[in-house]
C-alpha cells in the first residue's frame, strides 16, 4: 500500500506542477484579455475575441479540477472541522478517516457518474461554445471525471496513510512513504 500512496503522491505533484503552469497562462491570458479590450474601445483593432475569454475560462477549470488533488496531499484544503487543528494525530487521522470514507469517495464517484453520460453526448454532437469564435466544449467537460478520479486516488491515499496511522498510533507520514520508494 505504501507503494501505491507513493504513486498517487507522485501523480498529485505532477497535477500541482500543471496547474502551476496553466495558472501562469491563465493570468497571462487575462492580462492579454485586458488589454486587448482596452486597445479595441480606442484604435478599433478587433484584438478581443470570445475565443481569449472561453479560454481563460477553460484554463481556470482546469487549474481548479487539477489542483484539487494536488492540494488534498499537500494538506491545503479548507477544513470545514474548526477543531480539526486542534485535534493530535490520532483525532485528525480519524476525521481524515471517516470524511474520506462519508463525504470524499461518495462525493467523488457520485460527480463522475453524473458527469460521464453528459459527457459522452457532448463529445457525440462535438459541442460547441454557443458564442461566436468560442472554443468547443467537449475537451474542457472530458478534464471533470479525470480530476475527479484523481481526487479519489488522492482521497484513497489520505486514506490507507491515515488508518495506517491509527494502527501504528503515529501521524500519517508521506514522507516516510517517500523515502520507502
Not at 500543471?18 to 482596452?38: D, E, H, P
Not at 462535438?126 to 479519489?152: C, F, H, N, V, W
Request: glycine share 8%; with cysteine; hydrophobic share 50%.
Amino acid at each position: 500500500m505504501e507503494r501505491f500512496t507513493a504513486i498517487v503522491d507522485r501523480v498529485s505533484g505532477s497535477t500541482g506542477v500543471i496547474a502551476r503552469w496553466l495558472t501562469l497562462l491563465m493570468v497571462l491570458t487575462g492580462a492579454f484579455n485586458a488589454v486587448a479590450r482596452y486597445l479595441d474601445r480606442f484604435t478599433g483593432w478587433g484584438l478581443s475575441s470570445n475565443t481569449y475569454i472561453e479560454l481563460q475560462w477553460y484554463l481556470f477549470a482546469v487549474v481548479f479540477l487539477f489542483g484539487a488533488s494536488y492540494a488534498l496531499r499537500e494538506e491545503a484544503h479548507v477544513r470545514v472541522d474548526v477543531m480539526y487543528g486542534r485535534l493530535g494525530e490520532r483525532g485528525k487521522a480519524w476525521i481524515n478517516v471517516l470524511g474520506t470514507i462519508l463525504f470524499l469517495i461518495p462525493f467523488c464517484a457520485l460527480v463522475i457518474a453524473v458527469s460521464v453520460p453528459a459527457i459522452k453526448n457532448s463529445w457525440a454532437v462535438m459541442e460547441q461554445s454557443p458564442d461566436p469564435g468560442g472554443l468547443p466544449r467537449y475537451p474542457i467537460k472530458t478534464i471533470i471525471p479525470i480530476a475527479l478520479a484523481l481526487l479519489l486516488l488522492q482521497g484513497l491515499a489520505l486514506l490507507v496513510r491515515s488508518a495506517a496511522s491509527l494502527r501504528r498510533g503515529g501521524p500519517p507520514d508521506r514522507e516516510e512513504a517517500d523515502r520507502e520508494e
